[in-house]
């Protein structure tokens, strides 16, 4: 069974630019959230979404957005860089009536120069 | 809000040494709770969980124990190896969301031969 699928693994962009990130979940996950890994800050919960729909929400600004399509696969947007921004994205599924247990992707890791 | 606070990192320890990472936890109800491993360059998973009260949960040699007197979760083992190395992350979920993971700093395992 193929795990959660994260692309492109590795990134750079310049400040003001905007960057898409894409996740597939496992077969059959229909929860989808997104998770933001910085050394100073830890692992930061964004968003996520099930069936096509944002149910919850992390404090992070609205340049911070993300989708989930029909077939699970949700995409994250980060627009007008920062340099802060520069981490490691992480993209989790979960399957239903999970109990907690989240599959995790290795991740994207995003460069702001 | 709820919180997690796990020992400061990093530890290095010799192999076949005995392992204690803290864990406390803030959450308001019963949480359930979880260890999570990272290895370099990979993404999280899940290493055990435990979801009420004296629960014990247990994997690969590694074992905690939910304490709600305490609000403690510290993950033990009793003969680390080489391939133990890695960031280890308590976490927890609460407030009936299965998808939210509240995650500690994270803790950075090296063991040397």
């Known amino acids: 069974k193929a795990g959660v699928t994260q692309t492109p693994r590795y990134l750079i962009k310049t400040r003001g630019q905007q960057v898409t990130l894409s996740c597939s979940p496992i077969s059959g996950h229909r929860s989808v959230s997104w998770y933001q890994q910085t050394p100073g800050q830890g692992l930061q919960f964004l968003f996520e979404y099930f069936s096509e729909t944002q149910r919850n929400k992390g404090n992070f600004p609205g340049r911070f957005s993300g989708r989930q399509f029909s077939n699970s696969r949700s995409e994250m947007n980060v627009s007008t860089l920062e340099l802060g921004d520069s981490a490691l994205y992480l993209c989790?599924?979960?399957?239903?009536?999970?109990?907690?247990?989240?599959?995790f992707g290795e991740g994207s890791r995003l460069t702001v120069l | 809000g709820d919180s997690v606070t796990q020992m400061e990192g990093p530890v290095t320890l010799s192999e076949e040494a005995f392992l204690t990472i803290n864990c406390t936890y803030t959450?308001?109800?019963?949480?359930?709770l979880f260890w999570y491993v990272q290895y370099p360059g990979e993404g999280l998973q899940l290493l055990l969980k435990?979801?009420?009260?004296?629960d014990k949960g247990s994997n690969k040699g590694f074992e905690a124990t939910y304490r709600k007197e305490t609000t403690s979760f510290h993950l033990e083992k009793g003969s680390v190896q080489v391939s133990d190395s890695a960031v280890y992350f308590c976490?927890?979920?609460?407030?009936?969301?299965?998808?939210?993971?509240?995650f500690g700093k994270g803790t950075l395992l090296t063991v040397n031969p």
């Open positions: 976490a927890l979920i609460s407030g009936g969301s299965n998808y939210k993971l509240t």
């Open positions: 959450a308001t109800g019963y949480p359930s």
């Open positions: 435990a979801t009420k009260a004296d």
């Open positions: 989790a599924s979960n399957r239903p009536a999970g109990t907690g247990e989240l599959f």
